[in-house]
């Protein structure tokens, strides 16, 4: 599986950013998706997972009612729509895929990062 992230930029604080990712392969459908991102001299964190059928999602507390994640398993995308944009949240966006469950960093697949800046 490769993994392509996209839809980064600079943004005011309050704004709003979509970020995609494309996944290749055919067992995208068969995969949990998540989002990490990295501050810079931050350690990744986990942001937010969907399940392979999109019923179930999961974030961490400082994006809750802020950003939504979403998957389009007929285009093997998914997003992460982020609303109310926070200067704390200027981090690169990494987009995962494993066949398990998590929240960790041990997902299996890993995109190459989009960054993301949110002025004050």
């Known amino acids: 599986v490769q993994l392509q992230a996209s839809g980064g930029g600079l943004v005011q604080a309050g704004g709003s950013l979509r970020l995609s990712c494309a996944a290749s392969?055919?067992?995208?459908?068969?995969?949990?998706m998540g989002w990490f991102r990295q501050a810079p001299g931050k350690e990744r964190e986990f942001v937010a997972r969907?399940?392979?059928?999109?019923?179930?999602?999961d974030y961490t507390d400082s994006v809750k009612g802020r950003f939504t994640i979403s998957r389009d398993n007929a285009k093997n995308t998914v997003y992460l729509q982020m609303d109310s944009l926070k200067p704390e949240d200027t981090a690169v966006y990494y987009c995962?895929?494993?066949?398990?469950?998590?929240?960790?960093?041990?997902?299996?697949?890993w995109g190459q990062g989009t960054q993301v800046t949110v002025s004050s």
């Open positions: 969907i399940s392979w059928g999109g019923a179930t999602t």
């Open positions: 392969g055919r067992t995208f459908r068969s995969l949990d």
């Open positions: 995962a895929a494993d066949p398990n469950i998590r929240r960790d960093l041990r997902y299996a697949y």
